[in-house]
């Protein structure tokens, strides 16, 4: 476990979270049940924000909100003054629902809709990130209606490779993301937005991947997007003003990963200002703008998931199943990518693992797993199944499969708690279907 003071065991021997024993938690709202420690999420924001203004000034922190998005992400982030980023019409509502200042969101998406672009204009959204020419001519066209123009990037794929799982790399030379620098398609795109009136070009975004721990990817990256901005002032005459790095850095989730404590995401973060800070000197570019997206890191260590052990089955000389109360609706990362996660028993979180078991959800599906080889104390029916590290890409991946309900959100600081996405109900399930009059 990473603990921390808002994640550790009290004095009952029980997980504790926010100040709130998880037992206590599951007793009052139920299970499976996602919690959230404000405190984690606030300190994150903070690290970043404090090391862009301090160690490299004119800066924004825009929370990747693809990680956990709900109303209450977007009114922490507003109180912590940082920016947000959103990748879909959804999002941005949520934002605005919010009260989130449109001009500190930045859109992404490789596919926007033409519905999307409109209502990203109607909301005044600050950054458009342009991922394709049609998007480019699009975003033109409803500009000039509008009379307005339109400050963009362009997402540009600098060709690094990230050491992640492949349906998390972004920046290989297959993606569907981004334009390659080394192709010259980077440079075609560049002109294509230049000439476009209504588009005011602020400069380039990349995204190298996500769940990275090497400080290197990401300062290469940096390195290889400012080589390009400077061929393009030297090409085009173009001088960029911004460089957004995008998000990635990467949390523990088992002792198979790196512990980073605050301290450690301010030195990941510095050494990349650092890599930004050699590369304008080296190409003799004026500092732009610098932005970083980072949504895992703010929110995936400050959630865990509580749920409650149901059956257990034991298969001799193979394996041993505890059946939860949640699953692959909750959770679907063991099953999308072979993600590992540690799990505790939240009320007898001191006594010492004793068995590997295999958590299993209660999907109509035999992957729906949480995990396999989680190392337990034997557990039984009751037992409150504490899985960390789930705040980030969980309920934002979350569904109804097999009809299952979403499980309700709560945010814990100093012993309280509150909910900050409500339970659904078998009601919520139907709301939206209809038996069209012939099959009555
Ligand atoms: N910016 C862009 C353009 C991105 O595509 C992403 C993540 C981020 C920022 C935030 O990256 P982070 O700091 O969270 O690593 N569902 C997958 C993760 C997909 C990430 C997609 N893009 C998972 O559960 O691992």
């Known amino acids: ?3 921390r003071k808002t994640l550790c065991v009290n004095g009952k021997g029980h997980l504790e979270i926010g100040g709130y024993d998880c037992v206590e938690l599951a007793q009052r709202f139920g299970t499976p049940l996602y919690v959230f420690d404000e405190d984690y999420i606030r300190g994150m924001m903070r690290v970043y924000r ?52 449109a001009k500190k969101i930045c859109m992404h998406g490789n596919n926007k809709l033409p519905q999307e672009i409109s209502y990203a ?28 123009r339109q400050d963009v ?20 030379p297959d993606s569907k993301f981004g334009f390659s620098v080394g192709s010259g398609a980077a440079e075609e795109m560049t002109r294509h937005i230049l000439a476009k009136k209504h588009l005011r070009l602020r400069g380039f975004h990349c995204h190298i991947g996500s769940q990275i721990f090497e400080k290197q990817s990401f300062c290469i990256a940096a390195e290889k997007c400012l080589a390009f901005m400077a061929n393009m002032k030297k090409t085009l005459g173009f001088e960029a003003d911004t460089l957004n790095l995008g998000g ?5 989730y088992t002792d198979e990963d790196e512990k980073f404590t605050l301290d450690g995401y301010a030195a990941y973060l510095k050494a990349l200002i650092g890599a930004v800070k050699e590369g304008c000197a080296k190409y003799g570019l004026n500092a732009p703008r610098l932005m970083i997206e980072p949504g895992r890191s703010v929110v995936g260590e400050a959630g865990v998931t509580l749920y409650t052990v149901g059956a257990i089955k034991e298969i001799p000389g193979i394996r041993k199943y505890v059946a939860v109360d949640g699953g692959m609706f909750d959770n679907p990362r063991f099953c999308l990518y072979g993600s590992k996660y540690t799990a505790i028993l939240a009320n007898r979180a001191a006594e010492q693992p004793t068995e590997l078991v295999s958590v299993a959800g209660k999907c109509c599906e035999s992957g729906d797993l949480i995990g396999v080889n989680m190392n337990l104390p034997r557990a039984e029916r009751g ?5 960390l590290s789930t705040g980030a890409y969980n309920y934002s991946m979350a569904s109804n499969y097999n009809r299952n309900l979403i499980p309700p959100a709560v945010l814990v600081k100093d012993g309280k708690a509150d909910y900050i996405v409500k339970p659904q109900s078998y009601e919520d399930l139907v709301r939206n279907d209809v038996i069209p009059e012939r099959l009555k």
């Not at 990037?153 to 290989?172: C, I, M, S, Y």
């Not at 990635?248 to 523990?252: D, E, L, N, P, V």
């Not at 037992?383 to 899985?387: C, G, K, M, S, T």
């Open 121 to 148: 204009l109607d909301c005044g959204v600050g950054l458009l990130v342009l991922d394709n020419p049609s998007e480019a001519d699009l975003l033109e066209e409803e500009c000039e209606k509008r009379g307005i």
């Open 248 to 252: 990635g850095f990467g949390i523990w």
């Open 383 to 387: 037992d409150i199944l504490a899985v």
């Open 1 to 3: 476990m990473n603990t």
């Open 153 to 172: 990037l362009l997402r540009v794929n600098p060709g690094v490779e990230a050491h992640t799982h492949k349906f998390v790399q972004t920046a290989t």
């Open 50 to 101: 404090d090391v862009i203004a301090n160690d490299y000034g004119d800066g924004l922190v825009l929370y990747a909100s693809k990680a956990f998005s709900c109303e209450a992400m977007y009114a922490i982030a507003k109180q912590e003054g940082i920016g947000a980023d959103v990748v879909s019409g959804g999002e941005l509502y949520t934002a605005m629902k919010a009260g989130f200042p």
